[in-house]
């Protein structure tokens, strides 16, 4: 079965060789789908016929949202630390020892609940692939069991038994580090395509550079390819471990040293963004043009997890790039689409060139700008072709 899209009003492909700029920009254009792949994307007086049509009456396509760094495997709320943050308290990343209590004492269909919800959720928002942390078990079995339900709506699952050190082991950080990178591991890689660390000598609860480094080493050693929670709260080793070990993505990068940021614009490790973590914590935006500017790669991702920033919306996470990063709107819907894509090591998501799986999102608007000239407007959705393969976000 072949699908014809028509009356795409504006086609962002992020294809160079379909259409201008980066964004591979097609006005009135027409996609073929077949078996849940593009199968041709141009100008839709060249399009070939299909088996059936579906007709956009001149709205905007671009590529699903690929949201590249994501903790929705967790119990409970903390509304209330974020009303406190408002009131001016610092975020020490102290509040996730409520959520690890939480998530312990929830059973795997309250978990599965969430989990499926928010991923729905993220979908009815554009939203085609998204990778899944661990985080809020931090025993063996609690993370073991978090990776097996984020297995369950995505392929891009990272263990983070170093999210912080429980409350159990205070003051006992050793032997944390020994569990973490020994059983705790053993339990999880089975289930985990990425390992990921809490890099922060800042917080008492994080880790330092050389703890990061143990549980990277041991992770790549059992197989894991590597991801870093870097420079969130300070301008620490995280960032330049991340480059030094080949990671695939630093994520944060809210204080940047100038070394960092050339550490970044030389490296393939893709810098990745949260801007609604700078929102929800009132922290200082970094500045993504020094990083364009260096030559990185960039990447904006929600974060979404119940302290640091409770969104799933990629299109809000747009609208503050560009309004208090410096991103073009171009250059943002980019980083939200191929930069995840490039930030996950993964070339068949974020682009909408022949091959590419297809993953449409709709905009009910004209052009890609408007995602960020009308924020908060829920605008734009995952196209839903029946009978297509299912995507990543399909949960
Ligand atoms: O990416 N910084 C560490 N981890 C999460 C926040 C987790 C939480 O506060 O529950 C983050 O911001
Ligand atoms: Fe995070």
């Not at 990425?194 to 890099?199: K, L």
């Not at 480059?243 to 960092?260: N, P």
């Not at 297809?358 to 009308?374: F, G, I, K």
Request: charged residues 20%; negative net charge.
């Amino acid at each position: 079965m072949t699908t014809l899209v028509t009356g795409i009003g504006e086609l962002v492909t992020n294809d160079p060789a379909l259409g201008p700029g980066p964004l591979g920009l097609i006005p009135d254009a027409a996609v073929v789908v077949a078996d849940g792949a593009v199968a041709w994307a141009g100008p839709r007086s060249a399009a070939p016929g299909a088996d059936r049509r579906v007709d956009l009456d001149g709205r905007a396509v671009v590529p699903g949202f690929v949201d590249s760094h994501a903790h929705l495997v967790f119990a409970g709320d903390r509304a209330g630390e974020f009303a406190a943050r408002m009131s001016g308290a610092r975020y020490d990343g102290g509040g996730i020892g409520a959520t690890v209590a939480a998530t312990r004492a929830a059973s795997d269909g309250q978990l599965r609940g969430r989990l499926h919800a928010l991923v729905a959720e993220m979908r009815r928002q554009g939203t085609t692939t998204v990778e899944v942390k661990s985080g809020y078990g931090l025993t063996a079995a609690d993370e073991a069991r978090c990776l097996r339900l984020a297995a369950e709506v995505t392929p891009e699952t990272t263990f983070l038994g170093a999210h912080v050190v429980p409350a159990e082991y205070a003051g006992r950080r050793a032997d944390y580090l020994a569990l973490v990178t020994g059983p705790m591991l053993d339990a999880c890689a089975p289930h985990a395509r990425w390992v990921d660390v809490f890099c922060e000598p800042a917080s008492a609860h994080a880790f330092d550079g050389a703890e990061a480094r143990a549980v990277l080493t041991a992770g790549a050693a059992r197989g894991l390819d590597l991801r870093v929670h870097a420079n969130q709260l300070s301008a620490g080793p995280g960032v330049q471990l991340a480059v030094e070990l080949g990671a695939a993505s630093a994520d944060h990068c809210t204080h940047l040293s100038s070394a960092d940021v050339d550490a970044l614009g030389g490296a393939a490790t893709v810098a990745t963004l949260l801007p609604g973590v700078e929102f929800s914590t009132r922290s200082p935006y970094p500045d993504a043009r020094r990083l364009l500017a260096a030559g990185a790669t960039v990447a904006l991702a929600s974060d979404c997890n119940p302290g640091s920033c409770y969104t799933s919306s990629m299109a809000f996470c747009i609208a503050l790039a560009v309004r208090e990063m410096g991103m073009t709107p171009a250059e943002a819907l980019w980083a939200a689409t191929a930069g995840g894509a490039a930030a996950l090591r993964r070339t068949d998501v974020g682009h909408l060139g022949p091959g590419a799986r297809a993953d449409l999102a709709v905009l009910d608007a004209p052009s890609y700008l408007h995602l960020a000239y009308r924020p908060g407007v829920p605008l734009v959705r995952a196209l839903e072709l029946p009978g297509d393969a299912p995507s990543d976000t399909a949960g």
